[in-house]
């Protein structure tokens, strides 16, 4: 899975440390995240998605045979 997480990030002007800040977790968290190593329960989607103000879907992208898996 990959993450639009960073770009929209950074159109936003905001640190990995303030969106941590906004959605509840640590940075870490969002490093990970960024990075494609950690992959967050729909809460934690739902509140990033928010938090950046785009949807669930803009946000985490699947590769094609990663979808095919599932």
Known sequence: MRTAIKENRARLGLTQEQL???????????????????NPSLR??????VALGVSIDELFLFDDE???KD
């Open 44 to 49: 934690l989607a739902h509140d990033i998605a």
């Open 20 to 38: 941590a800040e906004k959605v509840g977790v640590r940075r870490e968290t969002i490093v990970f995240l960024e990075k494609g190593k950690y």
């Open 66 to 68: 990663e979808a095919k």
